[in-house]
């Protein structure tokens, strides 16, 4: 079949790396593929699938949570209680941020934060 991959071909053209790619079929949140063996081939499906993994992550999710979301028959569900970091930036405004997100996640969230710390701290001072 024309469309089929490598495994080396799949990484390559969604950049998420090979030993990854294993790691999500073991966890079932891709198929495996659909030859086994030294000439094992994956389709287009998995590359969609692999794409819509990467975005849930860039949300935030994790891959327990895009384990149940991907899951046939899956249906909206609430979000479990989960911890709170709260974010004071100015004398009036507080952020609260899910605790239980990624590091990378935290990360990104917090140098936000300190951005927007910054420009209403200085739009306060101006006034």
Do not use: C
Not at 26 to 34: E, F, H, I, K, Y
Not at 47 to 57: C, D, T
Not at 61 to 76: D, F, K, S, V
Not at 95 to 100: K, Q, S, T
């Amino acid at each position: 079949m024309a469309d089929e991959l490598t495994l080396p071909d799949l990484a390559a053209e969604t950049g998420v790396p090979e030993r990854t790619i294993r790691f999500y079929i073991a966890r079932g949140l891709l198929d495996g593929p659909v030859k086994a063996g030294r000439a094992a081939a994956y389709t287009p499906e998995h590359r969609k699938r692999l794409a819509k993994i990467k975005r849930l992550q860039g949300e935030g999710r994790t891959l327990t949570e895009i384990a149940a979301m991907l899951a046939p028959g899956a249906q909206p569900r609430a979000i479990q209680a989960a911890p709170w970091w709260q974010f004071a930036i100015s004398e009036n405004v507080l952020i609260w941020v899910r605790a239980d997100t990624s590091p990378w996640r935290q990360k990104q969230i917090r140098d936000a934060i300190g951005e927007l710390a910054a420009r209403l701290n200085t739009k306060q001072s101006e006034e």
